[in-house]
Every structure is written in C-alpha cells, then in structure tokens.
C-alpha cells in the first residue's frame, strides 16, 4: 500500500480523560478546597475505597481504589467526601453537549472519558488535533475542569495518547510515530492488562514495549491464549474497533421468580413492594423518571401477561406509581385472573420524563451501565 491510500483509510479518534474528575468536580463547588488533599470515597472509617484523589493528594501516594483506611494514613489532613453522583453526571452531560458540537460519534467508558470518531465531523474540521483542543478549551471556558485528550487514528492509541501528557494534557500519535512510540510504553500500561498478566510478563522478561514485539504471535498465544493474539496485534498498533455510540436506554426494569406460585394477599403484596423498591434504586442510578409502568406477571400455568398503566403524575412522582402497580396487580388477580397463582412479577418503567440537565434538551445520556458496574476515576 502507498503512504496515500494508506492515509485515505485512516481514522481520527480522540479519547477524552477529565483530570481528577470527582475529586475536581468537588473542588470547583467548593473553591475552599483548591490545593488541598482532597478524596472522593468512603469515609476513612469505612471499609470503603478511594473512587478519585486529588492531584495534591496523589503527592502523598494516595490512588483511586485504595481503600480509605490507608489512604488516611498516608495523609492524616485529606479531605474525605462522599461521591455525589448525580452532580457529577450533571457536569458529564454538559461535557457531552461539547463533544456533540463536533460529533455523534460518542463512546463513554465512564462519566469522565470517551471516545469519539471525528474522521468527518460536523464542523468539518480536517484536523482532530484542533478539535481536541478547542474541546479542551470548552471544558475549561464553561466548567473550568481540565481534561486531557489523546489523539490518533484508533482507539487503543487515543486512549494511551491521553495518559500520555496528564494532567490539561494533549499527545497525538500519528500513524508516522506509533511504532517508535509502542517500543517505550510499559506492557501494564495496555488495556487488559492486569496485575497477574503483568507479573506473567514481567517473568518472561517483557516489561516494556519492544519487549513485547520481539516475540511471535505462536510464542504469545501459547502463553496467553486469545490475550496473546490480542497482544501482538495491539502493540503493533492494530485496533480495528469502532467507536460506538451508545444508544439511549428506553426503560428500566426487574423481575423476580417466587419460590413457591403466590395468590393475591399479603405476602404478595409485599413482594410487590420489595420489586417497587428495586425498581426505584435502579431508576435513580439512570437519573430518570419514568411515567408508563409495565407490569409482568406470570401464571402457575407459565402463561405471561403484560399490562402497561401510564400515571396523571406530570413528575412521574414514586407514589403514584407504587399507587398504579398494587391497583393493576389487584385487578389482574381479582377480575382477569381469579384464583390463578403466580408464578413471577416484573415491572418496568418507560416513556421518560423530559429532564433538561445541561440547558440542551437533547442530551440524554445513558449513564445506567457505568453507575451499575461501580464507577472508579482512575485518572
Ligand atoms: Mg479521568
């Protein structure tokens, strides 16, 4: 392949990482705090973790995921606060709303990064350098939040390229200097790689990148099975992954299976109540109000049905719709179904209430699958 038709194929990917993300988000609400040792986690009492550290806290050795206990140790004056989630999503949808300005191609990782596509972008910019940049400024203009971005042609590189320069960093790797760039990196620096393949890595004599190359794909894959695949082409700058905008989740839901088939009464009514309960804790992890439940309730007989009850309340408010559950429930087992035990209840919750966070109307991100795994920022 010619050096042109080679560049004609070659996306522009940027992954942006917000410095200290929690920990800054904090700090800017709180200006009191700027240059002090702050910690966003668990009490130090707890047996909670660090989840972000401040870059003044990080001088004393204190990181993300360290449980508080020590963390405190280290630093006896740190400033512990609790994680507030649903600020901290607030500022992320803001920082979505400047991504969109260049691009739909979004890919969140967590509520502080992301990747996005902007080979053709909507401002039409041919340079992603630029782009990221002026993302950059945004960020800091409207919020002033610093992020770090990293730019290159597949999302492996971005990513890497982000860590690169932290904290309000920039680093670019062009096709021309990836390799030169891949031969320096520590091996534990790649994605997927974790504690026991690095200490695996590290017995094999592989700590840093042109280490890695000199071995064959065979030697790897012996050694690391579909990993090693996977490492031979990644130090090698392949990553062919797209970047893949999420799509909007368009309800939450939950469902349990009874130990034994229940009737209408107390017991399943309390059932009821817990399911209500579960369902509304996953609902505020979304940030979403939902006004149309769906109720699913399967029979004895494994017969299912679903009925859908949308409420009058405008805010979609929890009462009304533990109020609408318990009365379709009622008439499900008191008119359409009498006397048929139950075997499984579901509910679910659609049609969301218009939340406008940002200003813009149209951000509408799905943070649902981040909150659920247990967020850490790690950077
Ligand atoms: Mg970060």
Known sequence: MTG???????????HIDMDAFY????IKDNPQLAGLPVLVGGSPQSRG???????????????????CSRAQRLC????????????YKE?????HGIFRKYTHLIEPLSLDEAWLDVTSNLASIPSATWIAMHIKKEIKDQLGLTASAGVSYNK???KIASDEKKPDGLFVITPENASAFLETIPVRKIPGVGKVTNQKLQNLGIEKGYQLLEKSESYLVQRFGKLGGYLFRIIRGIDERQVQASLERKSVGIETTF???QLLGDKLNRELDHLLEGLFKRLKKTGKKGRTLHLKVKFEDFKQITRSITTNSIDADEAAIVRVAHQKLQEICLFEFPQRKIRLLGLSLSNFVKQSLSGDDNVQLDMFHFLNTGSIDAS
């Open 156 to 158: 492996f590189l971005a």
């Open 49 to 67: 973790v660090v989840s972000a550290a401040s870059y003044k806290a990080r001088e004393y050795g204190i990181r993300s995921a360290m449980p």
């Open 259 to 261: 130990s034994k088939d």
């Open 76 to 87: 006896p004056e740190a400033v512990f606060l609790p994680p507030r989630f649903d600020r």
């Open 4 to 14: 042109s038709t080679q560049r004609q194929g070659v996306r522009k990917i940027i």
């Open 91 to 95: 500022i992320s949808m803001h920082i």
């Open 23 to 26: 920990a800054s988000v904090e």
